[in-house]
């Protein structure tokens, strides 16, 4: 669920990995990423993401592959990666999330495009998402969210709420961990520009709940204003049951309830 336009430029999107189509440019571009990230994650990413880098093997010297990185996370939750090109339908996006899979793309960008990019490539599916795909308390919450889009997802105003609750826990989310605050969201954790924005006095943080950030509009083409803090995953899980009672309350027929600026 991603809301970049689309891709203007040309470019090679496998639907399997082949490990043979990767140039040097490729294996720099995947270097010098892991590199600057990891420089700065270890203080500020959750332990558990960090916990999951480790588990599942990730290093700058090499491009994962996905086959080994779904040996693992089928030990540890029975979570796969898919291969897709580019973005996901949103019906399908859900059903594959309630089948415990998670899209990736298996590209990367160009050496010209390191802090700048139109859609999500392989070191944001794969380094910002994967890692935590091996945690079960927030596979529990993705897996149960994709049953609720399965069930709402057709309903615009309900897409919307969950469309939002996805942006600022899976893509922007911090959480308390040790008196701290620490990022687990992937487009935190895989964008230089937000990871320094996150702790620049510049952004709001406050605590989650559910009800304001579903009334939370948010871009996709700026740094976030706004985040939301959890006090860990379960909360996530939890928030699900009120959820559903939101979603429920929509109008099927009705148009959205509010307007994505
Ligand atoms: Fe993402």
Not at 28 to 40: A, D, F, P, T, Y
Not at 54 to 79: C, H
Not at 188 to 196: A, D, H, I
């Given at each position: 669920?991603?809301?970049?336009?689309?891709?203007?430029?040309?470019?090679?999107?496998?639907?399997?990995?082949?490990?043979?189509?990767?140039?040097?440019?490729d294996r720099n571009v995947w270097q010098?990423?892991?590199?600057?990230?990891?420089?700065?994650?270890?203080?500020?990413?959750?332990?558990?993401?960090?916990?999951?880098?480790?588990?599942?093997?990730?290093?700058?010297?090499?491009?994962?592959?996905?086959?080994?990185?779904?040996?693992?996370?089928?030990?540890?939750?029975?979570?796969?990666?898919?291969?897709?090109?580019?973005?996901?339908?949103?019906?399908?996006?859900?059903?594959?999330?309630?089948?415990?899979?998670?899209t990736a793309t298996c590209w990367l960008?160009?050496?010209?495009?390191?802090?700048?990019?139109?859609?999500?490539?392989?070191?944001?599916?794969?380094?910002?998402?994967?890692?935590?795909?091996?945690?079960?308390?927030?596979?529990?919450?993705?897996?149960?969210?994709?049953?609720?889009?399965?069930?709402?997802?057709?309903?615009?105003?309900?897409?919307?709420?969950?469309?939002?609750?996805?942006?600022?826990?899976?893509?922007?989310?911090?959480?308390?961990?040790?008196?701290?605050?620490?990022?687990?969201?992937?487009?935190?954790?895989?964008?230089?520009?937000?990871?320094?924005?996150?702790?620049?006095?510049?952004?709001?943080?406050?605590?989650?709940?559910?009800?304001?950030?579903?009334?939370?509009?948010?871009?996709?083409?700026?740094?976030?204003?706004?985040?939301?803090?959890?006090?860990?995953?379960?909360?996530?899980?939890?928030?699900?049951?009120?959820?559903?009672?939101?979603?429920?309350?929509?109008?099927?027929?009705?148009?959205?309830?509010?307007?994505?600026?």
């Amino acid at each position: 669920m991603h809301y970049h336009p689309p891709a203007t430029t040309t470019r090679l999107r496998p639907l399997i990995q082949d490990m043979n189509l990767y140039t040097q440019e490729d294996r720099n571009v995947w270097q010098l990423l892991v590199e600057r990230q990891m420089s700065r994650l270890p203080r500020l990413a959750s332990a558990d993401f960090l916990r999951g880098l480790d588990t599942l093997g990730f290093s700058a010297g090499r491009i994962p592959v996905f086959a080994e990185m779904n040996e693992k996370l089928n030990q540890y939750t029975g979570w796969q990666l898919k291969v897709v090109s580019c973005l996901c339908p949103v019906a399908e996006f859900f059903t594959l999330l309630a089948n415990k899979t998670f899209t990736a793309t298996c590209w990367l960008r160009r050496m010209n495009e390191l802090d700048y990019l139109e859609e999500p490539d392989m070191f944001h599916d794969v380094f910002g998402h994967a890692p935590l795909l091996s945690n079960p308390a927030y596979t529990r919450f993705f897996e149960a969210l994709g049953q609720l889009g399965q069930k709402y997802g057709h309903v615009p105003a309900a897409l919307e709420m969950m469309e939002r609750l996805y942006w600022f826990t899976i893509e922007f989310g911090l959480i308390h961990e040790e008196g701290q605050v620490r990022m687990y969201g992937a487009g935190v954790l895989s964008s230089v520009g937000e990871t320094n924005h996150v702790l620049s006095e510049k952004s709001r943080k406050t605590s989650f709940e559910l009800d304001t950030v579903i009334r939370t509009p948010f871009r996709t083409d700026v740094l976030q204003q706004q985040y939301f803090i959890i006090d860990g995953f379960d909360q996530l899980l939890h928030s699900l049951e009120p959820l559903e009672e939101r979603l429920a309350e929509t109008d099927p027929e009705g148009n959205k309830q509010y307007f994505q600026v």
